[in-house]
Nanobody, 122 residues
Framework: QVQLVESGGGLVQAGGSLRLSCAAS?????????MDWYRQAPGKQRELVAG???????NYGDSVKGRFTISRENGNNTVYLQMNSLQPDDTAVYYC???????????????WGQGTQVTVSS
């Protein structure tokens, strides 16, 4: 069984910083490909915040460029999201997403974490 476990959310004032973590675990994991962060605010669609490939290539949503940084540790299948200069519009539930190849299988499987709340007060 594969799990993505997120941590690091919370309440912060505008202009502050938070660091989110997401660890993929499970004996059946052969390889973790792209790992992404999404977010969903109340009444809005889920949107891509940032993504990173296993080789370290990154991409960001326009609203977070220059403020957020995604990174990962391939050895322990963990992805991080450093969020600086947070604004009230960043308030949302943040979800980790990973494309994972399982042992003795072919094809890519998509997994989601349970989500972590980030609230930015003005």
């Amino acid at each position: 069984q594969v799990q993505l476990v997120e941590s690091g959310g919370g309440l912060v004032q505008a202009g502050g910083s938070l660091r989110l973590s997401c660890a993929a675990s499970g004996r059946s994991i052969f390889r973790v490909n792209t790992m992404d962060w999404y977010r969903q605010a109340p009444g809005k669609q889920r949107e891509l915040v940032a993504g990173i490939t296993s080789g370290g290539s990154t991409n960001y949503g326009d609203s977070v460029k220059g403020r957020f940084t995604i990174s990962r540790e391939n050895g322990n299948n963990t992805v991080y999201l450093q969020m600086n200069s947070l604004q009230p519009d960043d308030t949302a539930v943040y979800y980790c997403n990973a494309g994972i190849v399982l042992r003795e299988t072919i094809g890519l499987n998509i997994y989601w974490g349970q989500g972590t709340q980030v609230t930015v007060s003005s």
